[in-house]
């Protein structure tokens, strides 16, 4: 009995081959850009879920003006004296930029580097493939590198107990031993990281050391927070910063790092957003839902089609459900198809996205066990939707079928939804690259050797020459890289010289020399530029110094605004021992990111360098490699301190607004795809419409109907659906998006051309796609249509 339903569905769907055709492309490209969202979603869900002992890390954070993940070095040992319950502990220091070694080419080979110590490898599960860690010591110079590493510098040798090839070394014995290579993660880790070295104990860097703790199983981490030290205790010991930057503390679930950390300030991960991850899944599901849609319009028209052949196999015998059963077949016919080619197809088609989107940070497809749960997952709603859609769809009794236009303003609605959704999305984040205030095309960040204190002199006279003589650059300044959330990021106190009770808090530094304006672009409104003659010290030798030197210094704004100066040219302002006298206005931009506000701004010229120690070059469009390698090689040429590292950074926004970029193609991209499944679904219908009411056009026709008045009859309908769903897409839309802004401090219009432009194009789409069967119905001789009447 099977095998007789199984040969009829064959010939229906042989039969019906349009139908089918429409059907099964629908359902498979659906099925594939669902799989391909539900397992990204899938994979930054479960990032950093994967370590045995995910459940009982913690991060330990403490509150300011934002939570603040940086802490001293002796941190970690004041806290391991308390509560007994916390187990281990670690600390992880970011070497912020990119570091280069070099192969045995000299070809440089860029990797990410983190400081740390043996407990690391003990906390979390970073599996070791070759050597061993057991003699990883803080202070050792020992290193762990990853797979990729090791292939790039030691290529099929085995790189245990050999150096890191290190181009800036200068001298034998400088850099590290490598003592152990990671195998390659199959999870997704937010502390990525092909490199890490032992904690160097002389060179400990102030509050810049994320501090992990390991609790017992089943403890609350509330109560061992409770439980934690007495800021005026860890004053002391860490310095009365620890007090300024807030007295609270929280221990944050180390598995819920990844996505609810957009309130925290770290140097050391990858972050990713909660928001961005459930914005992908529901357009995933979207798309499911369009095709669900989809499939019941057309199983619609196959039904009507066939109503007259199922009437007369009930008369014939069979039963309801035999009947019922036959088509479920069908349904079961088109889901295994579509599944077939969605699987087959599948690596192309993420192949395809990956070169569209331009996106790096995924892991390539891959039928792991991840990707089975998903399709398994994405297969079984596929099968309720269907089955429920196509069980909706059978009548047996005397009841008219008819095609629901509801489905179609459903399909539409959502299309609407997605292409004002995605249309303000990347209105957003044009904003934010053209009203950032700054000039940011063509930069590149590189990093400067340390050296004595005429070092900024040297730069000034051989570097920055050698740099412009190189005729590869048009402009260089010694600045902060901007735009930067880290750069101040936990605030700074300023007051009024002789007034501390003007004191403002929150308040963000950036370092620059004469050429810091000109390199970004930014406005003096009044006043004038920083001299570079002048100096500003910092912990210098001499004691009385500081009291004695008062450095310039430029101001934002903002920072005129909340200081209430009303004359602030020459007003002297105070930075713990710093004094700063301010010569310069300048204009606000958004020097960290569009997510906060414009915080109140210094900008002062480090001449000793201690934190500017980046060179900001304007490199001639098309040259940014070229001027980072000419950095590189001016940096080994005149850099004198040992063992310091060369890194650069090209400015591209991505580095700033990773996550949004890629969601906001993405959601353009399946926008489009869609509107394409919508367009099927269309199709199918139009031609069924021109199958059905063939001899009614005929006799419209014969009675003097004109072309154009049998289109506007056969188009009416479709316009009318998108009409409707234009009304009830809109303020979701808006209301949808209208949140998602308020992330933003700062924020562009949700314009009423962005609405209207998506009800046309979308209207324009579906009147493109059923004109053509209209046409050629309308077209057509009515002695054709009425030849056997």
């Known amino acids: ?109 860029k990797a990410k580097v983190f400081e740390t110590e043996r407990s690391f490898f003990q906390v979390f599960d970073y599996s070791i493939g070759l050597g061993e860690v057991g003699n990883f010591e803080i202070g050792s110079k020992k290193a762990v590198i990853s797979e990729r590493i090791a292939k790039r510098l030691f290529g099929d040798r085995n790189p245990v107990g050999l150096q890191l090839p290190w181009k800036e070394s200068g001298s034998k014995g400088e850099g590290h031993i490598v003592v152990a290579v990671m195998r390659g993660q199959s999870e997704i880790s937010s502390l990525q990281a092909d490199v890490f070295l032992t904690f160097n104990p002389k060179k400990k860097r102030s509050y810049a050391y994320e501090t992990y703790l390991k609790l017992a199983e089943g403890v609350n981490p509330e109560e061992i927070q409770n439980r934690f030290p007495d800021f005026g205790q860890l004053e002391e010991v860490l310095g009365p910063l620890i007090r300024h930057r807030g007295e609270a503390w929280r221990l944050q679930a180390f598995k819920d790092i990844y996505l609810n950390s957009s309130d925290v300030f770290s140097y050391c991960r990858k972050q990713g957003s909660l928001f961005l991850v459930a914005g992908t899944f529901m357009v995933g599901l979207l798309i499911l839902l369009i095709a669900w849609y989809n499939y019941g319009t057309i199983a619609g028209a196959i039904s009507i089609k066939h109503k007259k052949t199922d009437r007369l196999r009930r008369y014939i015998g069979e039963r309801t459900r035999e009947v019922v059963l036959s088509h479920f077949l069908d349904t079961g016919i088109h889901i295994l198809l579509a599944s077939s080619l969605s699987l087959l197809f599948l690596p192309l088609f993420d192949k395809y996205v990956r070169s ?85 095309e063509n930069l590149v960040f590189t990093s400067l050797p340390s050296q004595s204190k005429i070092k900024g002199e040297w730069m000034e006279e051989v570097f920055r020459k050698e740099m412009m003589a190189s005729g590869l650059a048009l402009d260089y300044s010694i600045a902060s890289p901007m735009p930067n959330p880290y750069q101040g990021a936990e605030g700074q106190r300023f007051h009024l010289l002789n007034r501390s ?6 308040v963000a530094i950036q370092y620059g020399d004469d050429r810091f304006l000109s390199i970004y672009g930014i406005e003096l409104l009044k006043g004038r530029n920083l001299d570079k003659k002048t100096f500003s010290f910092w912990r210098s030798e001499d004691p009385n110094l500081n009291k004695q030197r008062t450095s310039e210094a430029l101001v934002n704004k903002k920072f005129i605004e909340k200081m209430g100066l009303k ?76 063992g310091q590292m060369f890194f650069y950074q090209v400015y591209d926004i991505a580095n700033l607004y990773q996550s949004e970029l890629y969601f906001g193609k993405t959601l353009a991209l399946f926008t489009a795809l869609g509107l394409f499944i919508v367009c099927l679904g269309l199709f199918g219908v139009s031609y069924f419409t021109a199958e059905t009411r063939t001899k009614e056009i005929g006799i419209r026709k014969a009675n003097g109907a004109t072309t154009f008045e049998i289109l506007r009859l056969l188009n009416s309908s479709t316009l009318k659906q998108v009409a409707v769903a234009f009304v009830i897409a809109v303020p979701i839309a808006y209301y949808a998006m209208g949140r998602w802004l308020e992330n933003f401090a700062y924020k562009t219009e949700m314009s009423w051309w962005v609405f209207a432009g998506a009800g046309l194009l979308a209207g324009l789409v579906a009147l493109a796609t059923v004109s053509w069967q209209s046409w050629r119905a309308a077209s057509r001789e009515p002695v054709e249509a009425l030849r056997y009447e």
Not at 33 to 50: G, I, Q
Not at 429 to 435: A, E, G, I, P, V
Request: aromatic share 14%; hydrophobic share 45%.
């Open 567 to 642: 004359a602030p040219l020459g007003k002297k302002i105070v930075w713990g021992n710093m004094k700063f006298k301010i010569v310069g206005v300048i204009n606000d931009f958004h020097h960290e990111s569009f997510y906060g506000p414009i915080k109140p701004l210094v900008v002062f010229h480090d001449q000793i360098y201690q934190w500017a120690d980046m060179a900001v070059i304007r490199a001639k469009p098309g040259k940014e490699e070229a001027v980072a390698e000419f950095a590189r090689e001016q940096f080994e040429k005149h850099r004198q301190a040992k």
């Open 501 to 506: 009770e003007t004191k403002l808090e929150g």
């Open 1 to 109: 009995m099977l095998f007789y339903y199984l040969k009829i569905s064959i010939r229906r769907l042989l039969r019906d081959k349009v139908y089918a055709t429409v059907n099964i492309l629908g359902l498979a490209l659906a099925m594939m850009s669902s799989l391909l969202l539900f397992n990204y979603a899938y994979r930054e869900w479960r990032t950093d879920k994967w370590h045995s002992d995910a459940d009982n890390v913690y991060r330990v954070l403490q509150k300011g003006e934002k939570y603040v993940a940086g802490f001293p070095y002796d941190m970690l040992d004041m806290l391991r004296q308390g509560p007994p319950e916390i187990l281990d502990g670690v600390r992880l220091l970011p070497v912020r930029r990119m570091v280069h070694y070099t192969d045995s080419g000299s070809v440089p080979v």
């Open 356 to 440: 569209l989107l331009g996106d790096k940070q995924l892991l390539p497809f891959s039928y792991d066990q991840n990707f089975a749960t998903v399709f398994i997952l994405t297969l079984f709603l596929f099968w309720i939707l269907l089955l429920a859609s196509k069980y909706k769809m059978i009548t047996f009794r005397n009841r008219t079928v008819k095609i629901k236009d509801s489905r179609t303003v459903v399909q539409f609605a959502i299309v609407l939804i997605l292409l004002v959704c995605s249309t303000l999305f990347i209105k957003q984040l044009r904003f934010m690259s053209d009203h950032s205030g700054l000039r940011l």
